[in-house]
Antibody, heavy 119, light 107 residues
Framework: EVQLVQSGAEVKKPGESLRISCKGS????????ISWVRQMPGKGLEWMGR????????NYSPSFQGHVTISADKSISTAYLQWSSLKASDTAMYYC????????????WGQGTLVTVSS | EIVLTQSPGTLSLSPGERATLSCRAS???????LAWYQQKPGQAPRLLIY???SRATGIPDRFSGSGSGTDFTLTISRLEPEDFAVYYC????????FGQGTKVEIK
């Protein structure tokens, strides 16, 4: 069974750093990309970027380029999303999703990680 | 960046009715790279349709997708109670984007 299990909810202060994780199981982790998607409270889905775990090649949405970093450790089938300096506007639910290389569709999703940034 | 515009914003229908959701792109999208997702409150999105018209694993055949170029449609032939949710289209070009969503609510 394909599963993506994300790390737990986080409460941080503005300016703090953070890394959240997404562990894949039940499939070959290096055969699919991992995408990250943001959903701000009460809002729609925003594609942030993706990583190819086989070689750690990444590409980002222009809206998120420079604000977050996506990485992966294929030895433990885990992808990461990190911030060096959080802002209150980063408060959102973040989802990772397995991404089919051929269609670009996000076929399996993690349960989401809620990040709250508040002073 | 390709902008996807979904309409209507909200669709009020009764169980058993047919739902037709539209997704219009600001420029042509390869049909191979158009997907639809369903999201229920408090849950992660679920893939329904990929490649504009192929159902994902386990998706009932009352869900169908069609379209090409800049105009795509998701049709739910007969709404079941569990189908009331928000639906998003997504294109996977050089920079993937989602539409803003259509909420299908019970009339």
């Amino acid at each position: 069974e394909v599963q993506l299990v994300q790390s737990g909810a986080e409460v941080k202060k503005p300016g703090e750093s953070l890394r959240i994780s997404c562990k894949g199981s039940g499939y070959s982790f290096t055969s699919y990309w991992i995408s990250w998607v943001r959903q701000m409270p009460g809002k729609g889905l925003e594609w942030m970027g993706r990583i190819d775990p086989s070689d750690s090649y990444t590409n980002y949405s222009p809206s998120f380029q420079g604000h977050v970093t996506i990485s992966a450790d294929k030895s433990i089938s885990t992808a990461y999303l990190q911030w060096s300096s959080l802002k209150a506007s980063d408060t959102a639910m973040y989802y990772c999703a397995r991404t089919d290389i051929w269609s670009g569709s996000l076929d399996y999703w993690g349960q989401g990680t809620l990040v709250t940034v508040s002073s | 960046e390709i902008v996807l515009t979904q309409s209507p914003g909200t669709l009020s229908l009764s169980p058993g009715e047919r739902a037709t959701l539209s997704c219009r792109a600001s420029q042509s999208v390869s049909s191979s790279y158009l997907a639809w997702y369903q999201q229920k409150p408090g849950q992660a999105p679920r893939l329904l349709i990929y490649g504009a018209s192929s159902r994902a694993t386990g998706i009932p055949d009352r869900f169908s997708g069609s379209g090409s170029g800049t105009d795509f449609t998701l049709t739910i032939s007969r709404l079941e109670p569990e189908d009331f949710a928000v639906y998003y289209c997504q294109q996977y070009g050089s920079s993937p984007t989602f539409g803003q969503g259509t909420k299908v609510e019970i009339k």
